[in-house]
């Protein structure tokens, strides 16, 4: 079974930036692909961005892309989700997800971390 651990979560203006990251430990397998997804009050957790093990393939949601970056240190089983130009309805809970397989954390089916708030206000 692996863990993750969500860090880096807080307050920030609109405009503003943050950076999320995310640690996987504690299963067989070394490589994990990883995602993570949002979850604002009474909506459905919806996905943000996913990377591959390697780091060479990417995808993002519409509404994240050009101000949201994932990316992950070597083969290293930590991503991290840098967000830029934050919007207020940005807030939300977030979420890391990770499996071996790469269409599974796209799809939001593997381990779940246990999330980390981010609140964009003024």
């Known amino acids: 079974q692996v863990q993750l651990v969500e860090s880096g979560g807080g307050l920030v203006q609109p405009g503003g930036s943050l950076r999320l990251s995310c640690a996987a430990s504690?299963?067989?397998?070394?490589?994990?692909?990883m995602s993570w997804f949002r979850q604002a009050p009474e909506k459905e957790r919806e996905f943000v961005a996913a990377?591959?093990?390697?780091?060479?393939?990417?995808d993002y949601a519409d509404d994240v892309k050009g101000r949201f970056t994932i990316s992950r240190a070597g083969v290293k089983n930590t991503v991290y989700l840098q967000m830029n130009s934050l919007r207020p309805e940005d807030t939300g809970v977030y979420y890391c997800?990770?499996?071996?397989?790469?269409?599974?954390?796209?799809?939001?089916?593997?381990?779940w971390g246990q999330g980390a708030q981010v609140t964009v206000s003024s």
């Open positions: 990377i591959n093990f390697l780091g060479a393939t990417t």
């Open positions: 504690g299963h067989t397998f070394d490589h994990y692909a």
């Open positions: 997800n990770a499996d071996v397989f790469y269409p599974t954390v796209v799809a939001g089916r593997g381990s």
